[in-house]
């Protein structure tokens, strides 16, 4: 038998390759020992793996030992129905008490699960190397789909697309920069780094697997970066009365720039940044903005007025390009509410001890990103209006709120790298009819506390359209009430919206603590003519039903 590859092979989809080894050390010799490798789960970062030993003579195998290497950088975080030693990159594999008995014609495995993306080398079973019988690889992969901007910064661009296929496995993917190709990224997400402020780039990816062969590039996107922090004054302030005037007088390009301390007021601006001069407000984590309100007589709709001051913790009203950087908003009726207000950055920020929701993208606030920012202990007077990320409004209050043919047209929105909860009284995301083509990626949500008082009973409510949802982690245990991971509903509104309609849920992480139903449950499907899609590289656990109740797309 010729000596090949010492590799084991994988499939990037869940597929099983055989290979064969030499004949093993704890059996006769004709005996004949084949290991399957087979990825039953592939995410962003990591997959689950089962490895299949088969017995293929009329002799019996009584204990087996399976060796490999798995590349730098990709850990094994979890194995089962084996006992396991590793090494540094090494790892061993022997036999556990039940399974080391290999009839003929029968087998055994063993599974584990890892954080990166390689997949073993080396392989060896009973001390011998595993070899495979198939011809040199000269299939390239499929060429990557689906190539998006996930974010936007002064410096950098995050990018995401949908996983190639390939015969014997995708290792790893090449973005093209203007012509300029990076190293491969292991992964179907990457943030490129060293860009210029206010700049267009375009991009494609191309797919690459173990032998080097490579797809065609995708189709191109162009983005453009955001503008550099304004170049207008920076203004230092240490008190509340400070602060009440700089969000007054601040102009395009100013920043202003939050001593630490409590800051007791009621603090909005109506002052407008523009693209290349957007206006900040920074500060540490221990410059905390604290509203006691309300108080003084509300108008009929929300709008700044003399002598009423609405509770809020930090708001923009009819005041686009703010970027909003790392200080607190606590103990406050609403914690950052962005009214009217396109392109608004929240960046590093902690939202905690809120009476109704944490941040809410309002009255056609399109453009808006959450990101790296915690959100938890909101709804503590009224649980069901503690919504963590509230994106755009009820169709009930497009009365008020409803500015762009009569919806709220929040749109665009994107809620990146948060964690929302624990404690968070209503849906940690609840994504309003109306609303179009954001993206809930990277998110960690904790869902006790859920108080299941109308309907909060989920991580995100998707009543909104073409979201794509990625990437997102969640987890729930009592107390609380918890009926689904993810929810989508499709009301009836004036103006019609296909609302509900055209989400796609990827690569997300649902443990649904043995409460929930299912990780992503679609009330109806029936007004949508692009139709929501859950992709199989989900994963659930905890669930009395299972991922989804529509059909899963491979």
Request: include cysteine.
């Amino acid at each position: 038998m010729a000596t090949l590859r010492r590799k084991f092979l994988a499939l990037a989809t869940a597929g099983v390759l055989s290979l064969i080894a030499a004949p093993a050390a704890h059996a006769d010799p004709t005996t004949d020992l084949h290991v399957g490798f087979e990825q039953t789960s592939i995410w962003a970062t990591g997959y689950t793996a089962t490895v299949t030993l088969t017995n293929d003579s009329p002799t019996a195998v009584d204990g087996w030992t399976i060796e490999f290497d798995l590349p730098s950088g990709t850990r094994i975080t979890n194995s089962w129905s084996s006992q396991r030693t590793t090494t540094g990159d090494h790892h061993r594999f022997d036999n556990a008490a039940f399974n080391g008995l290999v009839s003929p014609g029968g087998s055994r495995d063993f599974g584990f699960t890892v954080t990166g993306l390689g997949t073993p080398l080396d392989c060896t079973v009973n001390g011998a190397p595993c070899q495979d019988g198939t011809p040199p690889d000269t299939e390239a992969p499929t060429v990557p789909t689906g190539l998006r901007v996930v974010a936007t910064t002064t410096g950098s661009v995050t990018l995401g697309w949908n996983a190639a296929t390939d015969d014997t496995g995708v290792t790893g993917y090449l973005v093209e920069r203007d012509g300029t190709r990076a190293q491969p990224h292991p992964g179907t997400e990457v943030t490129v780094t060293g860009l210029a402020a206010d700049t267009e780039y375009r991009f494609t990816v191309s797919a690459e697997d173990a032998a080097g062969n490579r797809s065609a590039a995708s189709t191109s996107v162009s983005v453009r970066t955001l503008p550099a922090r304004g170049s207008g004054a920076v203004i230092d302030v240490g008190t509340a009365d400070e602060l009440t005037a700089a969000l007054a007088s601040v102009q395009p390009g100013d920043t202003i720039a939050l001593a630490p301390g409590e800051y007791r007021g009621s603090f909005r601006s109506t002052n407008a940044g523009t693209a290349q001069q957007p206006i900040t407000i920074t500060g540490p984590a221990d410059a905390v903005l604290v509203n006691p309100g309300p108080s003084g007589t509300a108008p009929s709709c929300p709008a700044p007025e003399p002598g009423w001051n609405s509770g809020y913790g930090f708001w923009l009203y009819e005041a686009p390009h703010w970027m909003i950087e790392g200080f607190t908003v606590a103990d406050s009726k609403k914690g950052i509410v962005i009214d009217d207000s396109s392109h608004v950055t929240i960046d590093g920020v902690r939202v905690q001890r809120i009476d109704d929701e944490g941040v809410h993208f309002r009255k056609s606030s399109s453009d808006g990103v959450i990101r790296d920012s915690v959100v938890e202990h909101t709804g503590l007077a009224q649980p069901q209006y503690g919504e963590g990320v509230y994106i755009g409004s009820a169709v009930s209050n497009w009365r008020c709120y409803g500015n762009t043919g009569g919806a709220d047209r929040s749109d665009r929105v994107q809620v990146l790298d948060n964690r929302i909860g624990p404690w968070v009284g209503a849906e940690h995301i609840d994504v309003k009819e109306g609303t179009f083509g954001g993206v809930i990626a990277g998110n960690t949500f904790h869902g006790q506390g859920l108080s299941g008082q109308n309907y909060a009973d989920s991580w995100v409510d998707v009543k909104g359209v073409d979201y794509l949802i990625e990437g997102n982690t969640g987890d729930f245990e009592s107390p609380g009430v918890f009926a689904h991971g993810y929810e989508v509903h499709g009301p009836t509104t004036s103006p019609a919206f296909p609302n509900g309609c055209g989400n796609v849920w990827r690569n997300n992480h649902s443990d649904l603590g043995g409460v929930g139903g299912w990780a992503v449950n679609v009330t109806t499907q029936s007004r949508c003519d692009s139709p929501n899609i859950v992709y199989a590289s989900n994963t659930v656990s905890g669930a009395t039903n299972g991922l989804t109740n529509i059909p899963v797309t491979p």
